[in-house]
């Protein structure tokens, strides 16, 4: 026991050394822009899912207008036919009135006339009701055609998560049972991978099997550069007690998702750009702390997939 305290000891004078208060805080600010540009493709998201629910409800209410558009242009139709019948049964009341007195015919032909300005008014209506219907249908269209092409750009989105997901799962294969697991949800594709995977006990310097398991997944990862690439590190709650370099469990997981961005970066066919590196700290557990095999799944790297918006958010632009 005397002589693991020692080799700590040792390790602690050694490392801290070796990382500034400048990299510490260049690394402080970058986690905090990265979690404000978390939350801003969460917000996204959100207002992404609020603009097609909107839609949906603009579509119902096109197709509540247009049905009860049509209800009307029907019963003008029928009013119509009805008034039409009317005059036809005046003009054969007129005819057989006709040979009869002057004054049944002037109150006939007065009747005639009443019923002729109704008749034209209600072709007049009627007219102005199918401009309107079409009108109506028109929009509905180009509503549902909108709301098609949204879904179908939605499901697009997903088939090529489901691809990559299939993908990774491929290149990581021999990991499998090793603390390594793969999901899609959301439309987001979410690799985590535990810390006995990748570090040893303190450390943020990535093991030969990590270092493999990382450049494989990076090789998928360059032939797909359209998406969005966030490293999270995670530890468990209790505190840290190595080096003196780090601060904390928040200094810890920020340099172990940092580690796994750097080697990333060796692929040069991955964009710098779509790569995020952000500490978590114990914030964001998964399991239970009171257990050992809870604390396990806690310290983990979690490489969170997203798929780039831009064509969804043009096409909710549009609607």
């Not at 208060?21 to 609020?50: F, G, H, M, Q, W």
């Not at 603009?51 to 209800?71: H, M, P, R, W």
């Not at 966030?230 to 469990?249: C, F, M, R, W």
Request: glycine residues 6%.
């Amino acid at each position: 026991m005397i002589k693991k305290s020692l080799t700590i000891l040792i390790l602690v004078v050694l490392i801290s050394s070796c990382v500034s208060p400048k990299v510490y805080k260049d690394l402080e600010n970058k986690y905090a822009d990265l979690k404000k540009e978390n939350r801003t493709l969460s917000d996204e998201n959100e207002d992404l899912l609020k603009s097609k629910n909107n839609t949906e409800n603009a579509f119902n209410k096109l197709q509540k207008l247009y049905d009860d558009a049509v209800s009307k242009r029907d019963k003008l139709q029928n009013d119509y036919t009805a008034t039409k019948n009317n005059l036809d049964n005046l003009k054969a009341s007129y005819d057989a009135l006709e040979k009869n007195s002057s004054s049944a015919l002037a109150a006939n032909t007065k009747k005639n006339r009443e019923l002729l300005a109704q008749l034209e008014a209600k072709e007049q209506a009627l007219a102005t009701e199918n401009s309107r219907l079409e009108q109506l249908k028109k929009e509905l269209d180009k509503r549902s055609n909108r709301v098609q092409e949204l879904e179908g750009l939605i499901a697009s989105k997903d088939a090529a998560m489901r691809k990559l997901k299939d993908a990774i799962s491929a290149a990581l294969t021999n990991f499998e049972g090793k603390g390594l697991t793969i999901e899609q949800r959301d439309g987001k594709v979410y690799i985590s991978m535990e810390n006995k995977l990748l570090f040893s006990s303190g450390s943020w310097a990535v093991g030969t099997e990590g270092r493999q398991a990382v450049k494989q997944l990076g090789n998928v990862l360059a032939e797909n550069p359209e998406i969005a690439v966030l490293i999270e590190g995670h530890t468990d709650n209790v505190p840290y007690g190595g080096s003196a370099q780090i601060k904390g469990n928040w200094d810890l997981s920020t340099k172990r998702a940092t580690a796994i961005v750097e080697i990333l970066r060796e692929n040069n066919n991955i964009k710098a750009g779509n790569l995020t590196a952000a500490g978590r700290g114990e914030f964001a557990p998964i399991a239970t702390n009171s257990t050992a095999e809870g604390k396990a799944k806690n310290r983990r790297i979690e490489v969170i997939l997203t798929p780039k918006l831009d064509e969804i958010t043009k096409l909710l632009n549009d609607i």
